[in-house]
């Protein structure tokens, strides 16, 4: 006995450090999606100006938040200029823009940009213009900071937590309530660790919000300028009410833990904690996806519904498991409950039968002399929670499957997107998991059943107990009779625990699983807004040049982007090439190798090699001939590391 215990101690030792690696490898790993993309620039990107542009101005998908520095300008040295203040266009809270300042000459300006999108995600990049004309050699500048790994790291390690505590919290506490577990001691260890828990990673959100926001290292949370905009921000506001609702959320777990377990939860305990999930919910949804973007009512409901139907279902599975963990180590010391010999232990306990379709309640008759079972932990009390749990879990799945549905509609908006869009993928994973946790779900129902079953005893699986209405066990009339057969002690409900107890470990594990790359998506740009950022591409130049841009994928990440084209003067004979690669946060990025090559099939003609080289900051080079006027084919070859490329191809019309 003892040794099970240390090894089931050792064993959630061993499973809460593996969630830590996943959780810290999951954090550092790529640079952050953010969930607003630049839609227009105005000087577009690569446009040569003959005068000053009076302002900069960005277009987003999306309404955006904007920093004391959203704007950095460098001069063709390379040297930063003072701008004005950011502000955004009247009524358009989309766009920013900024006064340009006059008598900065002629040259390459490059412009470096950073914002929050509605939805609380940082978003950045650069881009280039030129007044007069362009600069002969482009300087070495920095543009900042797209993000601190470091403060990534922590803050996805406390955004994982938070939700991982939500659900532990929510659903334990759901289960203690609703499902009325004969024994509710084992979980109050559960529900007060998903309190702290919370509490700590909400903490650890508001104070690492401001350097999450300007791509800082953790220290610059001090910065009483950094503590004031994130306390007066809508994430910083709804981490606050957040951090007010585990106040009174304390109430009522302290309520719950001195309930006693035959006392039914009141109405107002059951109103007051649904408020609390309800509000607690809210905080997300009020500052994630479903805030921004379109049918906001809609989705920030469907949002509320979505969460606290994931936490209902997985928190309450664990509740589950911890029940079970308890009844099958107190076995060898418990056995199956309290005995009563004599004439007047004659009684008869109702079990509780549930499934998708309702539920079944039979009392089963324990007859003068025999052995009654008292409801205890491992009796038909606990049965009768299961059967309680088993159609709460159905309904939830049954909610998380409709807004699942709608929220994958609202983030994709078409079918090409769920193949290429990084969120589409993610997507088409998580989808894979949650089937194979549907799968093992109804694997646990059955056990359910079984378990329902074999607690009643034969008579009740002939058919022949007659129906309780009121679900509750109670006292049968003494003059009940009942056969031998149903007196016979059997192994068999303690074998279906045991059963349940390791369909329901493999539920956990898998669930934990969904919720990571549910946490995952939440942090990915939707397709919706990657596919109209795509769309609205500025695809200005020099003029009277052909410019062509290329989105590339290689599948790991950060390994995603796009290459901007500059055929010049893009007609029929020779041309110049310039080619820019752009990384995952729309800013200049540098790639070990870019080829490209460009082939007329109508004439079988190529394919012709470019010939690019490294100029220091672009690819280019001055010997491209196009002899033939047509729809050309230009592919373009991106390496990104020792061992991951990709080749894309576009079109490109060339005129005589």
């Known amino acids: 006995m003892r040794r099970g215990r240390v090894r089931r101690r050792r064993l959630g030792k061993l499973t809460l450090l593996g969630a830590v690696l996943v959780l810290l490898l999951l954090g550092g790993a790529g640079p952050a999606s953010a969930h607003a993309a630049l839609r227009g620039a105005d000087p577009a990107d690569g446009t040569v100006l003959k005068t000053v542009p009076g302002t900069i101005t960005l277009a987003f998908t999306e309404s955006v938040s904007l920093l004391d520095d959203s704007f950095r300008l460098f001069d063709p040295e390379g040297r930063r200029v003072r701008t004005g203040e950011p502000q955004h266009a ?264 549930g499934g998708s379709g309702g539920g079944t309640t039979v009392a089963v008759p324990v007859a003068e002399g025999a052995s009654a079972v008292a409801p205890s932990a491992d009796g038909p009390a606990l049965t009768a929670a299961v059967a309680r749990f088993s159609r709460i879990a159905f309904g939830a799945v049954t909610v998380l499957v409709v807004t699942g549905v709608y929220q994958s509609w609202r983030g994709l908006g078409s079918w090409t997107t769920l193949t290429d869009t990084a969120y589409g993928r993610l997507l088409l994973v998580k989808l894979v998991v949650v089937a194979l946790l549907l799968a093992v779900a109804a694997r646990s129902r059955r056990w359910t059943a079984r378990l329902v079953t074999a607690d009643a005893g034969p008579d009740v699986r002939d058919g022949k107990a007659p129906a309780v209405p009121d679900g509750e066990a109670r006292a049968e009339d003494p003059g009940t009779k009942a056969p031998a057969s149903a007196l016979t002690s059997s192994p068999a409900p303690d074998a279906c625990r045991r059963a349940l107890r390791r369909s329901v470990l493999a539920e956990v594990a898998v669930g934990i699983a969904v919720l990571v790359f549910t946490t995952v998506l939440a942090g990915t740009l939707p397709g919706r807004a990657a596919a109209e950022a795509a769309r609205a591409t500025p695809e200005a130049g020099v003029p009277g040049a052909s410019v062509t841009v290329v989105p590339f994928d290689v599948g790991t990440p950060g390994g995603h982007g796009k290459v901007q084209i500059t055929l010049e003067p893009g007609h029929v004979g020779q041309n110049a090439v310039e080619a820019v690669v752009y990384g995952p946060d729309g800013g200049l990025t540098i790639v070990p190798e870019l080829r490209l090559s460009l082939s007329l099939p109508a004439q079988k003609i190529g394919p012709i090699d470019a010939g690019l080289t490294n100029r220091g900051g672009y690819w280019g080079t001055d010997s491209l001939n196009l002899p033939i006027a047509g729809t050309w084919t230009m592919k373009a070859t991106v390496r990104v590391s020792e061992i991951d490329q990709v080749s894309v191809e576009r079109k490109v019309e060339i005129p005589r």
């Open 90 to 353: 009247p009524g358009r809270p989309d766009t920013a823009r900024v006064a340009f300042p006059e008598g900065l000459g002629e040259g390459t300006f490059t412009v470096a940009w950073r914002v929050v999108s509605a939805d609380s995600h940082p978003v950045s990049g650069a881009f280039t213009f030129s007044v007069g004309k362009p600069s002969p050699t482009m300087a070495a500048i920095d543009t900042g900071p797209s993000e601190n790994p470091t403060t990534r790291g922590l803050y996805d390690l406390a955004r994982y937590t938070a939700y991982g505590a939500a659900a532990l919290l929510i659903g334990t506490a759901a289960f203690a309530l609703l499902c009325r577990p004969p024994n509710a001691g084992p979980l109050r260890k559960p529900m007060v660790a998903g309190w702290w828990a919370l509490l700590a990673s909400t903490l650890a959100l508001l104070v690492l919000r401001a350097p999450y926001e300007t791509g800082t290292g953790p220290v610059s949370a001090f910065d009483p300028a950094a503590v004031s905009r994130t306390l007066t921000g809508r994430p910083g506001l709804m981490l606050l009410a957040r951090l007010a609702l585990l106040a009174p959320t304390a109430v009522l777990l302290v309520r719950l833990s001195r309930r006693r377990p035959e006392e039914k939860p009141s109405r107002a305990t059951l109103a007051a904690g649904a408020a609390l999930a309800l509000a607690l919910a809210l905080t997300w949804a009020g500052s994630e996806h479903a805030s921004a973007g379109i049918q906001v009512p809609v989705a920030m409901t469907s949002s509320v519904l979505h969460l606290l139907a994931m936490a209902v279902w997985l928190g309450g599975l664990t509740a589950l498991l911890t029940t079970l963990q308890h009844v099958t180590a107190d076995e060898p010391e418990a056995g199956r409950g309290t005995s009563a010999q004599g004439p007047k232990a004659k009684a008869a306990v109702t079990v509780a039968s």
